[in-house]
């Protein structure tokens, strides 16, 4: 595990669920600026992206196209109201010329809103390590 990793599992480990819970609720307020990104089928030679792998499909992909942003996020699932919560799942799309363009193959035909992360690479790890994060509604 490389030290973003280390650092991403101290600080989850170092956080309570109500700390957790009340970031989530950050993320809640700042759902009206979500977008839904385009969808792009991409590849560089013989690679291409792997489901489950934004993160590491995106890092691959931004390399070969230094133009290109690594844009760390989540993506919102309401469930309809039909579950007590809501799930922010930790998510990377590509930036390119303003537009964000998921790459990630995900055999889903639903657009899903996705919440860009304000914060550093270091201030993300831990929600990437995390993955899903479920917020509760409040009552």
Not at 2 to 19: D, F, P, Q, V, Y
Not at 42 to 62: F, M, S
Not at 69 to 83: A, E, I, P
């Amino acid at each position: 595990m490389g030290r973003i990793g280390t650092i991403a599992l101290s600080a989850l480990a170092a956080m309570t669920n109500e700390e957790i819970q009340a970031f989530g609720r950050t993320l809640l307020e700042r759902l009206p600026s979500a977008i839904l990104p385009k969808t792009a089928a991409v590849r560089l030679g013989d690679w291409q992206p792997q489901e489950h792998y934004c993160h590491d499909n995106v890092a691959t992909w931004v390399a070969h196209n230094p133009e290109d942003k690594h844009v760390f996020g989540f993506v919102y699932f309401s469930f309809q109201g039909m579950l007590p919560y809501v799930r922010f799942a930790a998510h990377s799309v590509v930036e390119r010329r303003g537009e964000l363009y998921d790459i990630t193959p995900h055999g889903v035909t639903t657009r899903y809103p996705f919440l860009r992360f304000e914060g550093t690479v270091e201030e993300f790890a831990p929600w990437g390590e995390l993955g899903n994060l479920d917020i509760f509604r409040q009552r």
